[in-house]
């Protein structure tokens, strides 16, 4: 498989008109998208193929605010992000929930993509391992079905800062041990235009998930053009 870039463009968004410039900007590319839900669609009707960045644990009904599963798939979207450090920060996300919620995207046919990773603190302690395979064994309670990791260690994400490509190396390495199938795990935090070159010499990362710099179409196209080389 060729490595994927995955493109999370969190709540940078605000404007159809900043949607529209930035659709018009972007070439035809094999980027998967994942926008703010209410722009899905705009992107989905432009080509891409596209993923949502949260679904709700219920199936539809009298859930206010709520996005479900069953309305995302039929929007067009194909895969759906889970576990994002943002939202186990931001809206207590638990290992609980999330392992509901990837139960419910593969009931609806979703492909779940669950994002793991060790705050800092974690890092500095040589707890990164324990962590993520605690977070992998609880979000995959009971699941048999295959799913996408994405490793995004949360003090890279938004910081310039990253692992090196040995460390990066070592974690896809394990993660990868704890499946039984050919599991596909990506590298997400601070991947930019500056440090892909390097980043893509990761001899087993499957593909990377961009936040900021994915928001500027000129520097997503210099990451494109070193990762399909
Ligand atoms: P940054 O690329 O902005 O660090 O964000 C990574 C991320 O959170 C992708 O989900």
């Given at each position: 498989m060729n490595k994927l870039i995955l493109v999370n463009l969190k709540m940078y968004q605000s404007t159809k008109e900043e949607v529209d410039n930035y659709l018009n900007n972007l070439k035809e590319s094999p980027v998967i998208f994942f926008p703010s839900v209410i722009y899905l669609e705009?992107?989905?009707n432009h080509g891409f193929v596209c993923g949502c960045?949260?679904?709700s644990i219920n199936d539809p009904g009298?859930?206010?605010s709520e996005i479900s599963a069953k309305s995302i798939k039929d929007m067009g979207a194909k895969y759906v992000l889970l576990g994002h450090s943002e939202?186990?920060?931001n809206l207590s996300e638990t290992d609980e929930s999330i392992n509901?919620?990837?139960?419910?995207?593969?009931?609806?046919?979703?492909?779940p993509i669950l994002c793991i990773g060790e705050n800092y603190?974690?890092?500095t302690q040589m707890m990164t391992k324990i962590i993520i395979k605690r977070q992998i064994e609880k979000a995959l309670k009971d699941i048999t079905e295959e799913v996408i990791i994405s490793y995004e260690p949360v003090w890279a994400i938004g910081t310039g800062k990253t692992p090196t490509n040995n460390e990066i190396e070592d974690i896809l390495n394990y993660i990868k041990s704890l499946f039984n199938y050919d599991v596909k795990v990506f590298y997400g935090g601070s991947v930019s235009k500056d440090n892909i070159n390097e980043l893509n010499k990761i001899k087993?990362?499957?593909?990377?998930?961009?936040?900021k710099a994915g928001l500027d179409t000129s520097s997503l196209e210099k990451i494109i053009e070193v990762v399909s080389k």
């Open positions: 705009k992107f989905i960045q949260n679904i009298a859930y206010t939202i186990r920060q509901l919620k990837i139960k419910k995207a593969l009931d609806n046919n979703l492909k603190e974690e890092y087993n990362v499957d593909g990377f998930l961009i936040g």
